[in-house]
């Protein structure tokens, strides 16, 4: 069984970073995608990043540029790197993955989801 644990999370000032780490377990490489998804109060959960098993990375718009997904292999986590923070991306931040190398911005293919961590940009 798949289990997923983000960790990386806190409190930062507008223009901040933050990296962001997700620990895979019971994980069989082969075909598979990561995300990171986020979830704002009151809104609904949306794709920010992902990157799958060929290494190819996708972006959520509001995200480019800032963001940057990549591949620890020696660890075996995922972690997403976040510059220039500003309140907007204040959100839970969650991981997933599923298996097959199709990457989604979209949470509805991602099958197995950590408990996610909480990101507050303020100052």
């Known amino acids: 069984q798949v289990q997923l644990v983000e960790s990386g999370g806190g409190l930062v000032q507008p223009g901040g970073s933050l990296r962001l780490s997700c620990a895979a377990s019971?994980?069989?490489?082969?075909?598979?995608?990561i995300g990171w998804f986020r979830q704002a109060p009151g809104k609904e959960r949306e794709g920010v990043s992902c990157?799958?098993?060929?290494?190819?990375?996708y972006y959520a718009e509001s995200v480019k540029g800032r963001f940057t997904i990549s591949r620890d292999s020696a660890k075996n986590t995922w972690n997403l790197q976040m510059n220039s923070l500003q309140p907007e991306d204040t959100a839970i931040y969650f991981c997933a993955t599923r298996s097959g190398g199709t990457c989604f911005l979209r949470s509805g293919p991602f099958g197995s989801w950590g408990q996610g961590t909480q990101v507050t940009v303020s100052s």
């Open positions: 019971g994980f069989t490489l082969g075909y598979y995608a």
């Open positions: 990157i799958n098993n060929y290494g190819s990375t």
